[in-house]
């Protein structure tokens, strides 16, 4: 919310395949990285449609990969404090 998102869109998350479809929440950058963000997160690989439409969203190369470095250190985390049951 500090860097700009609204609460409807943080509420939007709690439903993923409806957020990636939502028009009124997101616009297609947000829709793009969040399209990558779950095929990162679920299956490892991004197929060539998902990540062009995030290098288009993003612009940059080194944005994209700030963000896919981003998205694999979180999901780094997450597996290793699961792994070891950090927390539990």
Do not use: C, P, W
């Not at 919310?1 to 939007?12: E, N, S, Y």
């Not at 395949?17 to 297609?28: E, H, I, N, S």
């Not at 969040?34 to 299956?43: G, H, I, K, P, S």
């Not at 998902?50 to 969203?57: I, S």
């Amino acid at each position: 919310l500090k860097a700009g998102g609204q609460q409807a869109q943080v509420d939007a998350l709690h439903d993923l395949q409806a957020a990636l479809q939502d028009t009124a929440r997101f616009d297609a950058a947000e829709r793009a990285v969040l399209a990558l963000t779950v095929q990162m997160t679920r299956t490892v690989r991004v197929d060539d449609a998902t990540f062009d439409a995030a290098r288009h969203a993003i612009g940059d190369e080194r944005h994209l990969v700030e963000l896919v470095g981003t998205v694999a250190a979180y999901n780094m985390v997450s597996r290793f404090l699961v792994a070891l049951e950090v927390g539990e």
